[in-house]
């Protein structure tokens, strides 16, 4: 039971360059959540999703997209990405009233 | 605007000692106060949380303490461990936990 999984771990992007982050999990969860933890702000919610096939916006969505095809995956895409979307990248799920379970991030940097 | 404020952003403690992290929300809709702990290298991880039914919840060493009035929380660490240094991460949510508004954060170091 490998929990919450993300891919890449690391990543370096030149500016205007695109990718896509994957979350994958194993525990059913319904909910998932895309994070982006900068130094002295905690983490702050990009997109999330409260089912296969639906998406919302969180409190910092621009210049990101996510898609939720898949229950167990949630996939979060810098379509150009830009310096300030330096960060490192965390993935959350939760089911019912138990608590968030979060993936080990993905550290991203563009330069 | 940051809706969970939390202080200090880090802390210094002596192996045995009292670690006490605050935080303050300014949302009354607020009615669920986790605290997650995380690791270098690692994701963060529910260490306790409280509703604002009970003023106090203790886990071993680790207390949450709450005062609706003031929309204050502070999370103590007793007996304070080398193994305790981590960033704790205050949050808030108005329901079950599905949306958490997170502090900033506080990087705590617990000295041999």
């Known amino acids: 039971n490998a929990g919450v999984t993300q891919t890449p771990k690391f990543r370096v992007l030149k500016t205007g360059q695109s990718m896509t982050l994957l979350c994958a999990q194993d525990?059913?969860?319904?909910?998932m959540y895309w994070y982006r933890q900068d130094p002295g702000m905690g983490l702050r919610l990009i997109h999330y999703?409260?089912?296969?096939?639906?998406?919302a916006k969180g409190e910092v969505p621009d210049g990101y997209n996510v898609s939720r095809l898949k229950k167990q995956n949630f996939l979060l895409g810098l379509e150009s990405a830009a310096p300030s979307q330096t960060s490192v990248y965390f993935c959350?799920?939760?089911?019912?009233?138990?608590?968030?379970?979060f993936g080990d991030g993905t550290r991203l940097s563009i330069l | 605007q940051q809706q969970v404020k939390q202080s200090p952003q880090s802390l210094i403690v002596q192996k045995g000692g009292i670690s006490i992290i605050n935080c303050a929300y300014e949302?009354?809709?607020?009615?669920?106060f986790p605290w997650y702990q995380q690791f270098p290298g690692k994701g963060p991880a529910l260490l306790i949380a409280?509703?604002?039914?009970?003023s106090e919840k203790k886990e071993g060493r680790f207390t949450i303490s709450f005062n609706k009035s003031a929309k204050q929380f502070s999370l103590h660490i007793m007996d304070s461990q080398p193994g305790d240094s981590a960033t704790y991460f205050c949050?808030?949510?108005?329901?079950?936990?599905?949306?958490?508004?997170f502090g900033g954060g506080t990087r705590l170091m617990v000295k041999p």
């Open positions: 409280i509703r604002p039914d009970v």
């Open positions: 525990m059913n969860h319904e909910y």
């Open positions: 999703s409260v089912g296969e096939g639906t998406t």
């Open positions: 959350a799920s939760k089911q019912g009233n138990q608590p968030q379970h």
């Open positions: 949050a808030a949510s108005d329901n079950a936990g599905n949306m958490l508004t």
């Open positions: 949302n009354t809709a607020f009615d669920y």
